[in-house]
């Protein structure tokens, strides 16, 4: 649901996927997302229910998810530094970093 709701905004750029679904873990309690938005994406006139999937304690609290979101006009430096963030967990080993394609 979280992936139709974003998708259906029509600026999508980028998902990755992290966390427990992608390291092994053989019953995962929720989900890890990154997304890349595009750089003119605004969150202006959207209906509640992607506004939730776009803020972080609704989306938890709603889906069991973290989604961690940006444009992209942020620049590719700052997005290769967040994708470096989230390949790592929480005490700096690498885990696995995946794309999610449609």
């Keep these: 649901m979280v992936f139709d709701l974003l998708h259906g905004t029509g600026k999508v750029k980028h998902v990755y996927l992290f ?4 390291a092994a873990i053989p019953s995962p309690n929720d989900l890890d997302l990154f ?3 595009a750089a003119d994406f605004t969150m202006k006139g959207l ?9 972080h304690n609704a989306c938890r609290i709603r889906y069991n998810a973290d ?3 940006v ?9 290769k530094a967040a994708l470096d963030v989230f390949s790592r967990n929480p005490i700096q080993e690498s885990q696995a ?5 449609r």
Excluded: D, H, K, P
């Design 35 to 37: 997304v890349i938005m």
């Design 19 to 22: 966390g427990s679904f992608v």
């Design 71 to 79: 444009t992209a006009g942020i620049g590719e430096e700052q997005i």
């Design 97 to 101: 970093l995946l794309e999610v394609t």
């Design 67 to 69: 989604v961690f979101w």
């Design 47 to 55: 209906r509640e229910e992607v506004v939730s999937v776009l803020t």
